[in-house]
């Protein structure tokens, strides 16, 4: 039995940061560029043939493969504890355009135009509002008519979700929440959110997760004590929601059968891994976590279990 963290007082840490499985440097890296060739082409768009959905789509899965493919080079000495949060916004591209894959190709071209134009809107009178009260010399883009803007595509999308019965006509859009709760991704959604808005938001915890040392006399600050954490963090969930995203839109972007393939195998090798990086670790709450051998031997009696299922239902 492990001795329970103190967490009523902030902690130093006399045990190393975590040690998580790293996946093989060349394989992903290997796998994704000869992907690459591909996923160019596809980021070849043409509006008038295609549609805003579509562009959507092809921008989003662009971009969670670039971030996949740059998250497999970080090095020891980055911090990439500034990078972490980019995860959150593949996650949420993916729930989003799943959600809207249910409607009319009309309808889903409709809701990411006016999408867009409602972000454009609130993006420019929040612009003004600071240029005008910090910088007022400063010449900046505007709408004559923005409050007009507005309440045209709110009025347009919430005809949608009405029409449709796929949320209220009181909303625009449900949240990325409920989206992920109606397409059955709520554990990733909560999993990511939880995870990256600690990066980006106040957190006391996360500011005493990364003071460490030996002793309460010798312990320092810095997001560089857990860079080997989030390197991986980076590292795993990227090729996570990458893989993810080429399952879910595979039809859509008419990906490969030989594409798949090299999917399936970035897969199983994430898949391989022994641990994969936790929202708490053992080694922050100063517990020794369980050894490789430990892991293994649950692994493999999970895995018989689930194969004796398999034969049952035979």
């Known amino acids: 039995m492990f001795r329970m963290a103190d967490t009523s007082e902030p902690n130093v840490h006399p045990t190393d940061p975590p040690e998580l499985d790293d996946p093989d440097d060349d394989q992903p890296r290997s796998l994704l560029t000869t992907l690459q060739p591909q996923v160019t082409a596809l980021a070849l768009f043409r509006i008038g043939r295609e549609g805003a959905y579509k562009g ?15 998250a497999q080079a970080l090095e020891d000495n980055e911090a990439s504890f500034f990078t972490a949060s980019a995860l ?28 867009m134009m409602q972000l454009v809107s609130v993006a420019v009178t929040r612009q003004t509002a600071f ?19 507005g309440t045209d595509t709110r009025e347009r999308m919430k005809a949608i979700g009405k029409r449709t019965g796929l949320w209220s006509d009181k909303l625009t859009l449900p949240s990325v929440e ?14 990511f959110y939880s995870i990256t808005s600690e990066v980006v938001h106040f957190n006391p915890r996360l500011a005493f997760r990364n003071l460490w040392g030996p002793n309460q006399q010798s312990s320092i600050y810095s997001v560089m004590n857990f860079t080997g954490y989030y390197r991986e963090f980076c590292r795993v969930y990227s ?5 993810r995203f080429c399952r879910e ?7 490969s059968r030989s594409f798949m393939a090299s999917v399936s195998d970035i897969h199983a090798g994430i898949d391989a891994l022994l641990r994969w990086p936790e929202a708490v670790t053992f080694e922050e709450m100063n517990l020794r976590g369980p050894s490789d051998i430990e ?17 049952n239902t035979d």
């Open 56 to 70: 959507a789509l092809k921008a989003a899965f662009v971009k969670a493969f670039e971030f996949a493919l740059f």
């Open 178 to 191: 409920q989206m992920a709760k109606t397409i059955e991704m709520e554990d990733i959604y909560q999993f």
């Open 249 to 255: 839109c595979r039809r859509d972007l008419k990906l």
């Open 239 to 243: 090729l996570f929601l990458f893989v």
């Open 295 to 311: 892991r293994k031997l649950v692994r493999v009696m999970l895995d018989s279990e689930k194969r004796q299922r398999r034969r």
């Open 131 to 149: 240029f005008g009260h910090r910088r007022p010399f400063q010449s900046v883009f505007s709408f004559k008519n923005s409050e007009d803007l």
């Open 88 to 115: 959150r916004g593949i996650c949420e591209d993916l729930i989003v355009l799943k959600f809207l894959r249910q409607l009319s190709k009309k309808d889903r071209d409709e809701m990411v135009l006016s999408r």
